[in-house]
């Protein structure tokens, strides 16, 4: 099948491109879509005074059963957006599917069974790389025939010579497609190389040409300016720029620039509803143009792995700017877990085989010291509790607790490359030493090998076995073969709802609790922990 160029390039409307709302889809990243249902109705009523005619409500998730909390906006299920319609009955509501999270395409289909009877939405737009767009077409086509205008979103398209694109699109039939949409995931492109893309692609399309940018070097607001002005006739944006990473080009600047008649004093308060919706939610990552971003977007290193550090406090700016490095040489313009978290790669090395330690702490009552901002809140109590019930006190990770310690445990092979001063502490260091020979000069002292294990927890001889390269995994993994009296913490304040990391560190606790002791904390935690008291 081919694609027939067209004679003349598809025209933008007189009136200026298409503008789509994109804001509780892309800025579900970063409170996993829970958003208040009247939020929801706020932002669209307002959306539709200003004069927005498209908006993308969120995510059709592959299942209702989901590892980690999904708000309203995460699953968007057919009735909420059939109360929506029908309240807002001028405004085209949608939801984006990423192809690549379901088996196939009838278990995608079945996740929109009842949508189009219910009248419920108006588009649908399907979100895909490059070398599976052939799959993504027929995932479009197939929501066509269901009654469905249906996009495909191409995404990382940075760094893809247009000539490529054409050639690729050129042997599809995309005439069934409302439209194809061009999306910079990683905000890696230029102005210049914008022009040329989207001019490229609108000579020989038959349908509108979209474009979605993020703002990694402040170009997405200009890229675009120049990808309409090259003949783009959809355009991507969302309020204050609220997105993953980043963030997106600003909604209510594409309106200035686009809608004739736009009405000002509402789009203002579109602007003023979500920042008082941000300015209500202070734990969110924040979002917008940095050095991190921008760095990513030279490595080609996707931007959830920049906010996800930017979430956990562990990190410093110099550690999330070695990750970046890191893994733009693996190449990782996917996200993955696992890739964050460094992996079994580290570890290739055996390690030494040190004495036996599970009589370190035995019998004895240990604290261990977290990062978080409570333990400086609380330091002058810890300080007493730790003298009073004589605690061998432990140092979790790099920080410095102020906090006279005896001991620090510290495992992952970040935290050694960005704080090699940690290696010269007077401090006893546990953890995997030897098997970090390569990346520092480490002195002689107590030594266990980490092994990786997601079936097994726990300290057998020399060896830990942890589910994660996390030090606080890795601590509590470490106690539950000393035969503790008891185990305090302080400082481990947890992360923000839905973070996984949460659900990862209370997984070790109810590990550690099947050998006898679980842990209690003595400063406030978002972590579902039991607390002691400071008597």
């Given at each position: 099948m081919e694609m027939h160029p067209t004679t003349e390039s598809p025209a933008t409307p007189a009136s200026g491109p298409m503008i789509l709302d994109c804001s509780l889809r892309d800025g579900g990243y970063q409170n996993n879509w829970d958003f208040s249902l009247a939020l929801v109705r706020s932002h669209l009523e307002l959306l539709t005074l200003a004069g927005i005619q498209m908006a993308e409500i969120g995510l059709r998730s592959p299942s209702l059963v989901t590892d980690e909390f999904l708000g309203l906006c995460g699953h968007t299920s057919g009735s909420l957006l059939a109360d929506l319609q029908s309240e807002f009955s001028k405004i085209s509501l949608g939801v984006m599917v990423n192809q690549a999270d379901f088996e196939d395409n009838n278990h995608l289909l079945r996740r929109f069974e009842g949508a189009q009877g219910l009248n419920a939405l108006s588009f649908v737009r399907v979100a895909t790389n490059l070398h599976t767009f052939p799959e993504a077409l027929r995932t479009a086509d197939l929501l066509t025939e269901m009654g469905f205008s249906s996009y495909v979103n191409v995404m990382q398209i940075a760094g893809i010579p247009a000539n490529s694109l054409t050639q690729l699109f050129s042997k599809y039939e995309i005439n069934g497609l409302a439209g194809l949409y061009l999306a910079d995931s990683l905000g890696a492109m230029s102005p210049q190389t914008t022009k040329r893309l989207v001019s490229s692609l609108v000579e020989v399309s038959p349908i509108p040409i979209g474009v979605h940018f993020h703002d990694n070097f402040s170009l997405a607001f200009a890229n675009s300016i120049e990808a309409v002005g090259s003949g783009a006739s959809l355009v991507d944006g969302t309020v204050l720029g609220i997105g993953r990473g980043a963030g997106n080009s600003r909604l209510e600047l594409l309106a200035l620039e686009y809608l004739p008649e736009l009405q000002a004093r509402e789009m203002g308060s579109v602007v003023g509803l979500w920042e008082n919706w941000a300015s209500q939610n202070r734990d969110l990552a924040p979002w917008g143009p940095s050095f991190e971003y921008a760095l990513a977007a030279k490595r080609n290193v996707h931007p959830t792995y920049v906010q996800k550090m930017g979430q956990d406090e562990s990190y410093s700016i110099v550690e999330r700017v070695k990750v970046i490095e890191m893994l733009g040489a693996k190449g990782s313009s996917k996200y993955s877990v696992s890739e964050l978290e460094v992996g079994r790669e580290w570890f290739d090395s055996e390690g030494a085989q040190p004495t036996p330690v599970e009589n370190l702490f035995a019998g004895g009552k240990v604290l261990l010291l977290g990062g978080g901002k409570s333990l400086s809140s609380f330091r002058e109590e810890v300080v007493r509790i730790a003298d009073l019930l004589e605690l061998v006190v432990c140092v979790v990770g790099a920080h410095d607790p102020g906090i006279p310690a005896e001991f620090r445990i510290i495992s992952h092979p970040l935290t050694i490359l960005s704080h090699p001063e940690v290696l010269l502490t007077e401090q006893t260091l546990i953890g995997p030493l030897n098997q970090f020979k390569d990346?520092?000069?480490?002195?002689?002292?107590?030594?266990?090998?980490?092994?990786?294990?997601?079936?097994?927890?726990?300290?057998?001889?020399?060896?830990?076995?942890?589910?994660?390269?996390?030090?606080?995994?890795?601590?509590?993994?470490?106690?539950?073969?000393?035969?503790?009296?008891?185990?305090?913490?302080?400082?481990?304040?947890?992360?923000?709802?839905?973070?996984?990391?949460n659900r990862e560190f209370e997984d070790a606790v109810a590990k550690l609790s099947e050998f006898g002791v679980s842990p209690l904390s003595l400063t406030p935690t978002g972590l579902n922990l039991r607390f002691r008291a400071f008597d």
């Open positions: 990346l520092a000069e480490v002195p002689p002292g107590i030594s266990l090998d980490l092994e990786l294990s997601s079936e097994r927890f726990g300290l057998d001889g020399s060896k830990v076995h942890s589910p994660s390269t996390r030090s606080s995994i890795y601590a509590l993994a470490l106690l539950a073969g000393m035969n503790c009296e008891s185990i305090l913490v302080a400082g481990f304040d947890g992360f923000g709802p839905g973070d996984s990391r």
